[in-house]
C-alpha cells in the first residue's frame, strides 16, 4: 500500500506539500463532481473508460475543515481507483457488490494510502514536523489525520530527524562556542 502512494506520487513528479492530487485524478481518468451526497463523504464509481468520484459538500464545520475534509475524501477515493482496481466495483447500474467485512478492510487501505497520499515520507524535514499542528497546516489536512500518521511514523524517520538536529545543535555549538572565535 505504501508502494502504491509513492509511485503515484513519483507519477506527478513528488510534489512538495500542500499536495494537491488533481493531476493524478486526471491520469487515471477521474472525472471529480462535488455535490450533495446526504451522508456519506466521497463515493466513486467505475464509467466505462474511467471513473467518477463524487465528493460531497453537504458536510458540517467551518469552511477550512471542510475543504480539508474534502481534500482527504479526494485522497480516500483515489487510493480506492489506485489499489482496488482489480477489484468488483460499484457501477452506476450495481450500487452493492462488495460485502460488508471485506468493505471494511478496504475503507481502512484506503485510509492508509490516502494518508500516505497527502502526508508522504518525505514531507518531514525536521522535528516541527512531529506537531500535529505544525504537519496539519503545512499538509494541509486536519489535525486528526495529521496526529495520527505522526503516531504511525515509521522509527527509522523519527530517528533520522532527532539525528539531524542533533547534528545541527552540534555544529551550532561548535560555530558559536570558540570555533572560529580570534581576539
Ligand atoms: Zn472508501
Known amino acids: 500500500m505504501e508502494q502504491i502512494a509513492y509511485v503515484a506520487l513519483a507519477e506527478i513528479g513528488n510534489p512538495q506539500p500542500p499536495i494537491d492530487l488533481t493531476p493524478l485524478a486526471r491520469i487515471f481518468n477521474c472525472r471529480i463532481q462535488f455535490t450533495y451526497l446526504k451522508g456519506p463523504e466521497g463515493y466513486t464509481v467505475r464509467t466505462g ?71 508522504p515520507d518525505y514531507c518531514f524535514n525536521g522535528l516541527e514536523d512531529l506537531i500535529p499542528a505544525v504537519l496539519s497546516n503545512k499538509c494541509d489536512v486536519n489535525f486528526t489525520p495529521a496526529e495520527k500518521r505522526i503516531n504511525h511514523l515509521s522509527r527509522a524517520i523519527r530517528n533520522r530527524l532527532f539525528l539531524e538536529a542533533l547534528e545541527w545543535i552540534e555544529a551550532d555549538l561548535w560555530f558559536n562556542g570558540g570555533g572560529f572565535v580570534s581576539s
Open 49 to 119: 473508460t474511467g471513473y467518477h468520484i463524487y465528493i460531497a459538500t453537504d458536510l458540517r464545520g467551518d469552511a477550512e475543515t471542510v475543504r480539508r475534509r474534502q481534500r482527504w475524501t479526494l485522497a480516500h477515493e483515489l487510493s480506492h481507483v489506485l489499489a482496488h482496481w482489480d477489484l468488483p466495483w460499484n457501477t452506476t447500474d450495481e450500487l452493492d457488490r462488495i460485502s460488508p467485512e471485506l468493505r471494511g478492510v478496504l475503507e481502512v487501505e484506503a485510509n492508509w494510502c490516502a494518508s500516505r497520499l497527502l502526508i
